[in-house]
């Protein structure tokens, strides 16, 4: 609500930080195109991720979303008006027809779109500079950028989130960009959600790396290039997929990487500081924390969704897939049977029941952690994906033992 985002507003500036609205418009639009009363819009009719670029509606859609975040925000000096990963462009009705004329390509395409929007953005608020994701315009010819009138508009952010991330080939990158007239260019590295679509931990030495290489592109560009490196923290691979780490779960990484930035690099002395800040006895990198306890806000969260992550799984399936009394005398065909040797019983039964109850202990804990900073449907989610299959599975064996 608007109430919400001031008040998030107000406790970025009482800590010194400085907001940058992100509003997609272009790519990655399924959270405006999968309504109905939007889907025409949709540059190919049965998907809704990327927004069809020649209708005067899709403009007027773009220029509403950002007046509205505009309106919301004061002294804004940057707005990210998004434009990654456009799937299918090109591939719609009225692009076909477009690109059937003459020097039209959809390259061209592209720097239209963003052009317009760019546009949208300086011509009404003259003191915002619009930044854009690069990745549709790596491949495109420094002529073509160049004549776009692109370059003159925007900052281009190149993002890359590998921990091998080749530094010779950013630095060519930076400097193209820069002969076709960006003024300054912005690096995009990943503190989470990165690594894997459903990851629930986040592995710190992946992006401790990711940062590390990032240094070296800085240290090897023109001087003057660059205008500042966003750590990204995503939450979701797009806005149809589960939720991958949570943010408590990656405060540590995210001080890492922040500490990495700040010192130029990584050593013991980095690594003890921010366990300080952390409250924290021992920070692993290099694998997952196996005892995550730390006094920053979150880290009881860390430590559940550790205990989960690393053992319900694995304890309920070593009961119920590796344990002789179960699959021997348990099976799926005498539990459709409901029929059991009650010797057997006294095998597994206490385990099972002590199992349950101790997993039932450690997810309401969770959930009181997760209640203080998530909504319902965050915790709702997380609980179906992470927790819920494998405590079903355990409470649907104890059902069957009390009906044979």
């Known amino acids: 609500s608007p109430s919400k985002v001031r008040a998030v507003l107000g406790q970025a500036r009482a ?4 907001v940058v609205p992100l509003v997609q418009s272009f790519g ?61 462009l090109g591939e719609g009705e009225e692009s076909k027809q477009w690109l059937q004329q003459q020097d039209n390509t959809p390259e061209k395409l592209c720097l239209s779109h963003i052009k317009v929007v760019a546009s949208i953005v300086v011509s009404s608020y003259p003191r915002v500079t619009p930044i854009v994701w690069d990745d549709m315009l790596r491949g495109i010819s420094e002529e073509t950028l160049a004549e776009s009138g692109v370059p003159q508009l925007v900052q281009p952010m ?23 007239g960006f003024s300054k260019v912005w690096f995009a590295s990943a503190f989470k959600g990165a690594t894997g679509v459903n990851q629930s931990l986040t592995l710190i030495g992946h992006h401790l790396r990711n940062h590390l290489q990032w240094l070296k592109v800085a240290s090897n560009s023109p001087t003057d290039v660059l205008e500042g490196i966003v750590l ?13 780490e949570l943010l408590p779960v990656a405060i540590p990484s995210l001080a890492v990487c922040l500490q990495t930035l700040e010192n130029g690099g990584y050593s013991a002395k980095i690594k003890e500081n921010v366990e300080k800040l952390l409250g924290m006895t ?12 730390g006094t920053f806000p979150g880290s009881n969260i860390l430590t559940l969704v550790t205990q989960v992550s690393f053992y319900l799984k694995s304890s309920v399936d070593e009961l119920l897939e590796r344990n002789k009394y179960v ?16 010797i057997i019983m006294h095998h597994f039964q206490p385990d099972a029941v002590s199992l349950l109850s101790k997993w039932n202990a450690v997810v309401q804990d969770l959930q009181a952690a997760m209640e203080q900073v998530f909504h319902k449907c965050t915790i709702e989610e997380w609980m179906e994906e992470n927790v819920q299959p494998s405590l079903q599975k355990l409470q649907e064996v104890m059902n069957d033992l009390d009906k044979a």
Not at 158 to 180: F, G, M, N, P, Q
């Open 28 to 88: 990655h639009m399924e959270f405006v195109l999968k309504h109905k009363e939007f889907s025409h819009l949709r540059e190919v009719k049965v998907f809704p991720n990327a927004l069809n670029p020649h209708k005067e509606e899709s403009r007027a859609l773009v220029k509403a979303m950002i007046d509205q975040v505009m309106a919301l925000h004061e002294d804004l000096k940057w707005f990210h008006i998004g434009c990654d990963e456009v799937y299918y």
């Open 327 to 342: 699959t021997g005398w348990f099976s799926p065909y005498h539990r459709k049977r409901k029929i059991i040797h009650p």
């Open 282 to 293: 021992n920070l692993e990198t290099d694998t997952f924390m196996s005892t995550s306890l």
């Open 232 to 244: 990204t923290g995503w939450q979701r691979y797009d806005h149809f997929s589960v939720l991958c």
């Open 15 to 18: 800590q010194g930080m400085e």
């Open 158 to 180: 190149i993002w890359d989130y590998t921990a091998d991330l080749d530094v010779e080939s950013k630095v060519c990158l930076v400097e193209k960009y820069r002969r076709c």
